[in-house]
Antibody, heavy 120, light 106 residues
Framework: QITLKESGPTLVIPTQTLTLTCTFSGFSLSTSGVNVGWIRQPPGKALEWLALIYWNDDKRYSPSLRSRLTITKDTSENRVVLTMTNMDPVDTGTYYC????????????WGQGTMVTVSS | SYELTQPLSVSVALGQTARITCGGDNIGSKNVPWYQQKPGQAPVVVIYRDTNRPSGIPERFSGSNSGNTATLTISRAQAGDEADYYCQVWDNNTVVFGGGTKLTVL
């Protein structure tokens, strides 16, 4: 059974850097075809994709946020970390990590999400 | 950048068929998954690769994709189908989500 869980601060001061951790079980991020992505959702708004990391350490980023994002993985610890710099109140929202299998071409298993508020 | 267009809202009478569209330039050439999101919950994939249902998703959910429109069809709509629905594509090495459609079952 695949599970993912996001963790990190609930409150971030503007201009600070956000670091979120996705801890997962039930799969290995060293297995061919496996990816983990980050998606966020401002309150009452649509889903927005942020970043994706592949089993081979290839990485993809949202073009509009690329300069602020870094995604890394720790295969031995079953974790994926997302950092986002220069946080702003518009970055407030729920942040999800999700498992993606290339063969499905979809995010098939999602974490519960973690709410991040950016405020002074 | 690639854009996906969904209607903000769709209403369907209980037991009838709902169709939610997702418009994009030549979207028929791409693989489209659909996600269902109920209030306070994480999204759940209900259709992947245009027409495939994951295990546990009722047969009432089906998908199609051709030309410039992908469609999620929900037959015999139930109250429990009320949710936001999102389409998504992979374009130029990036993931793109549609703006979401709120389905109301009357």
């Amino acid at each position: 059974q695949i599970t993912l869980k996001e963790s990190g601060p609930t409150l971030v001061i503007p201009t600070q850097t956000l670091t979120l951790t996705c801890t997962f079980s039930g799969f290995s991020l060293s297995t061919s075809g496996v990816n983990v992505g980050w998606i966020r959702q401002p309150p009452g708004k649509a889903l927005e994709w942020l970043a994706l990391i592949y089993w081979n350490d290839d990485k993809r980023y949202s073009p509009s946020l690329r300069s602020r994002l870094t995604i890394t993985k720790d295969t031995s610890e079953n974790r994926v970390v997302l950092t986002m710099t220069n946080m702003d109140p518009v970055d407030t929202g729920t942040y999800y990590c999700a498992h993606r299998q290339t063969s499905m071409n979809a995010f098939d298993i999602w974490g519960q999400g973690t709410m991040v508020t950016v405020s002074s | 950048s690639y854009e996906l267009t969904q209607p903000l809202s769709v209403s369907v009478a209980l037991g009838q068929t709902a169709r939610i569209t997702c418009g994009g330039d030549n979207i028929g050439s791409k693989n489209v998954p659909w996600y269902q999101q109920k209030p306070g919950q994480a999204p759940v994939v209900v259709i992947y690769r245009d027409t495939n249902r994951p295990s546990g998703i009722p047969e009432r959910f089906s998908g199609s994709n051709s030309g410039n429109t992908a469609t999620l069809t929900i037959s015999r709509a139930q109250a429990g189908d009320e949710a936001d629905y999102y389409c998504q594509v992979w374009d130029n090495n990036t993931v793109v989500f549609g703006g979401g459609t709120k389905l109301t079952v009357l």
